[in-house]
């Protein structure tokens, strides 16, 4: 039997090994708040640091412009934005606009997809369209299907001519060019056709360049944890996958050639990082047997464009011809072979012809990781469910999503149907909150493969598509 002397003796062994393990215990904690869905492993990778602290552009506003944004919007929210408190405030600006809160202490309290240039100015980021939220949850590399940068950038250049403050490219950019025309979406592929079109090969800069036929087009940004399976990156698969193709968006006339250049070594920690990321698992119920069902129907009819999934998956990269496929050519249409040419020959793609493509045909059946949290679906954004995306002719006309809801039975964004734009919508900025099919670019026409299977097999498919 221990005596008294000797339980004390423990009792003191014991103490430094409890505060050790309470140390590792929020240490492990710590780590698994900062590793949520969709983070990297290390959310400290070089790359991330670089993204979330470096402004490459000048900022589009600052502090005092931003908080004052609300005095632009209708009335009935104006009224309830006056009545808030600073932090509500905030908070009601970011869900206006569609910003992610920031999941780390980078950006000073700025949205995620901004960074701070350390005097109150908000300097736009990739992540501005690459991180999003599914079920309230924000999610590094998920596409933004909240962002309203159409009427983010209209209700600043407004506030700051208020204040009487200097407009930025982006307020002076927009008088010219759509950002986009639905919330969730933007014109993105062609900012980056206007920027390369007042660049030579090398990058000098020539404002006397002419600017090609613009063919404006709403497009949902992809997924980033794609990026590791791709050999070809964007919608039709035209450029070879390098860190140099992720640069353009850089390329305003201010930032000469040897200056953009020098950020080059940036963006290949950048791609690195981008290659980190994994796609977040379903957070819901799943009923395994069901799946196991639908990953048999999957891999016999539609594997040979989306590939396999698990320890030994395969992904073909396979573009599908545009008249095979059926959905809105517009995005297809709208990079021209001889832009396609000129980005082949420049700095961008190496010099090297070889890494475009001029005529791709089609459109690049995508991976299918994280598919659950990536609604709305197509290119376009156009589909706002799975079950929508398996049911052609039930897809519809005009919808509406919820801010945070999500449909667990259909997969996807919770949206209210519509068979045309209510006419009680009257601005066009409350007309970008609905998705209107008709519109030029924003088809949901297409993809009717599901139309061989079954209602009991898409429904299995449905159900194996969750555990992707």
């Known amino acids: 039997m221990n005596s008294p002397f000797q339980k004390v003796r423990d009792a003191k062994t014991r103490q430094p090994l409890m505060l050790f393990l309470l140390v590792c215990l929020v240490y492990l904690i710590a780590v698994g708040d900062r590793c949520m869905a969709g983070e990297p492993r290390d959310a400290v990778h070089p790359g991330y640091r670089i993204l979330r602290t470096k402004a490459y552009l000048p900022p589009d506003f600052d502090d005092t412009v931003f908080d004052e944004l609300w005095k632009q919007w209708p009335p009935e929210l104006r009224d309830r934005a006056a009545a808030a408190s600073s932090t509500q405030r905030r908070e009601m600006l970011f869900t206006e606009y569609g910003l992610m809160p920031s999941p780390d202490a980078f950006g000073g309290g700025k949205a995620l997809g901004y960074v701070d240039d350390g005097r109150g100015g908000w300097v736009m980021n990739c992540l501005t369209c690459h991180a999003g939220k599914v079920a309230g949850q924000v999610i590094l590399g998920l596409p933004n299907s909240h962002l309203a940068l159409q009427t983010l950038v209209e209700d600043v250049r407004a506030t700051k001519i208020q204040m009487q403050k200097p407009l930025s490219h982006m307020d002076l950019g927009s008088l010219a060019m759509p950002l986009g025309t639905t919330n969730g979406t933007t014109n993105a592929v062609m900012f980056g ?35 590791r399976k791709k ?19 850089m390329l305003i006339p201010r930032n000469d050639a040897k200056t953009f250049k020098s950020w080059e070594a940036d963006y290949r920690q950048i791609l690195a990082w981008i290659e980190t990321i994994q796609p977040p698992k379903y957070p819901f119920e799943i009923d395994d047997q069901l799946a196991e069902q639908g990953r048999v129907v999957f ?3 539609c594997s040979q464009c989306h590939g396999t999934y698990g320890e030994e998956w395969t992904y073909p990269e396979r573009i599908v011809d545009i008249d095979e496929l059926g959905t809105d050519p517009l995005r297809l249409q709208s990079l021209s072979p001889i832009y396609r040419r000129k980005y082949g020959r420049g700095w961008l793609a190496d010099y090297d012809p070889t890494r475009v493509r001029e005529h791709p045909g089609g459109y690049v059946a995508p991976p299918l990781d994280g598919i659950w949290a990536t609604a709305p679906y197509f290119h376009n954004g156009s589909v706002p469910t799975l079950w929508h995306l398996l049911h052609p002719d039930q897809r519809p006309t005009v919808w509406r999503r919820s801010i945070d809801g999500y449909d667990t039975k259909r997969v996807g964004l919770e949206v209210a149907e519509f068979a045309e734009l209510p006419g009680d919508v009257q601005s066009p900025r409350a007309a970008r ?13 297409g993809h009717r493969f599901p139309e061989t299977l ?15």
């Open 433 to 445: 909150g609905f998705f209107k099919t008709r519109a030029l670019g924003k088809s949901a026409d």
């Open 454 to 468: 079954t209602e009991t097999e898409r429904y299995a498919v449905l159900e194996y598509l969750k555990t992707l």
């Open 231 to 249: 050999q070809w990156i964007y919608a039709d698969g035209f450029v070879a996958k390098s860190h140099r193709a992720l640069m353009q968006f």
């Open 299 to 301: 891999e016999a009819t």
């Open 193 to 227: 056709v206007a920027l390369e079109a007042l660049r030579d090969d090398d990058l000098n800069v020539h404002l006397t360049n002419p600017q090609p036929k613009m063919l404006h087009h709403d497009m949902d940004a992809p997924p980033w944890w794609h990026l």
